[in-house]
């Protein structure tokens, strides 16, 4: 057993078994993480000289924090997904999760599809699409319908609010640290002037580190 398979274990044993997915879909989580250590010496994926467990938690365990969010009939659109995060990961736990993933770099989009085709999973029914391109307010991505939002990489919320204002009904899952009331705070006015509202908000604690993660979800209306 890989060290990432034992991390993995380990990790999501102490998060809790709604976090845990099927043993076999464990197994292509385990390959996953194998071909972003091959891949990361040439393509920036992470950081290269992040440890094994530095990647495990931050990266797989943090990504599938968001399973709870998205059961039922649920499509994701991941924008900014770099290396799969946490879209392609959650898709890889949950083979019945659409997923769009929005990437602009043609490397790392390379990575991802050579991720889903060593996974297999185009050959499950739900649908994934990796796209090559930015997320502009006018994207011909506003037309298609998506049940939820996210975006790892979020730092200014209101621009965020304001970049995804087209897709009217979805809910938005942002992955936040500690300064989320802060950081929700600033981007108040943009808030009011566009329907959106604070759902919930679940705070996590990662296994290892043990930094602090809220997911906060936001409704559009």
């Known amino acids: 057993m890989t060290e990432s398979r034992l991390l993995l274990e380990k ?21 996953y993480c194998a071909e972003l250590l091959k891949w990361r010496g040439r393509v920036n994926l992470v950081a290269k000289t992040a440890s094994v467990e530095e990647i495990v938690e931050k990266h797989f365990l943090d990504s599938l924090t968001l399973l709870p969010e998205l059961t039922g009939s649920c499509h994701l659109l991941d924008i900014g997904t770099g ?38 999973l185009t050959k499950e029914v739900a649908p994934l699409a990796v796209r090559e391109e930015r997320l502009e307010v006018d994207s011909p991505l506003t037309a298609e319908a998506f049940s939820h939002i996210t975006c790892r990489a979020v730092s200014d919320i209101g621009a965020f609010l304001e970049l995804v ?57």
């Open 11 to 31: 990790g999501l044993s102490r998060l809790g078994s709604e976090y845990a997915p099927a043993p076999e879909r464990l197994a292509l989580l385990e390959i």
């Open 83 to 120: 290396a799969g995060f946490p879209g392609l990961v959650c898709r890889t736990a949950m083979p019945t999760l659409g997923l769009t993933l929005v990437e602009p770099r043609q490397k790392r989009v390379n990575f991802l599809r050579h991720v889903v085709r060593t996974l297999g």
């Open 165 to 221: 204002v087209a897709f009217q009904g979805a809910t938005l899952l942002l992955m936040k640290g500690p300064k989320w009331e802060e950081e929700l705070k600033a981007a108040a006015v943009i808030m009011e002037k566009n329907s959106y509202s604070l759902g919930d908000v679940r705070e996590i604690i990662l296994p290892f580190s043990k930094a602090e993660r809220f997911i906060l979800t936001i409704l559009h209306t």
